[in-house]
Nanobody
Framework: QLQLVESGGGLVQAGGSLRLSCAVF????????MSWFRQVTGREREFVAA???????HYAASVKGRFTISRDNAKNTLFLQMNSLKPDDTAVYYC????????????????WGQGTQVTVSS
């Protein structure tokens, strides 16, 4: 199991940008899919974006066109560039990793970070 550490969260005004990072520690697997999820208190954790080993990307409809997921394999780091942020993007953002068959299913991911808070003010 990997150790994942997120950073880059904070407070930003609507329309602004943030870049989240997720550092990966441990024995990495080139077949791992890396993803971002987010969670608002009292609601289920929801899928945001995923990137496969071949750099194919998948996005939730609510963030497509505004968020970009990328990975730096040499530095074992995952990124989420978030532009045109909206108050509805306010949540704790988690990175996750695993050899999953369905990127949307959070229960398939064995490795999770501790989360980083993103707050978007109106």
């Amino acid at each position: 199991q990997l150790q994942l550490v997120e950073s880059g969260g904070g407070l930003v005004q609507a329309g602004g940008s943030l870049r989240l990072s997720c550092a990966v520690f441990g024995r990495t697997d080139d077949r791992n899919i890396m993803s971002w999820f987010r969670q608002v208190t009292g609601r289920e954790r929801e899928f945001v974006a995923a990137i496969t080993v071949s750099d194919d990307t998948h996005y939730a409809a609510s963030v497509k066109g505004r968020f970009t997921i990328s990975r730096d394999n040499a530095k074992n780091t995952l990124f989420l560039q978030m532009n045109s942020l909206k108050p509805d993007d306010t949540a704790v953002y988690y990175c996750a990793a695993g050899r999953v068959s369905n990127v949307l299913r959070r229960d398939e991911y064995p490795s999770w970070g501790q989360g980083t808070q993103v707050t978007v003010s109106s």
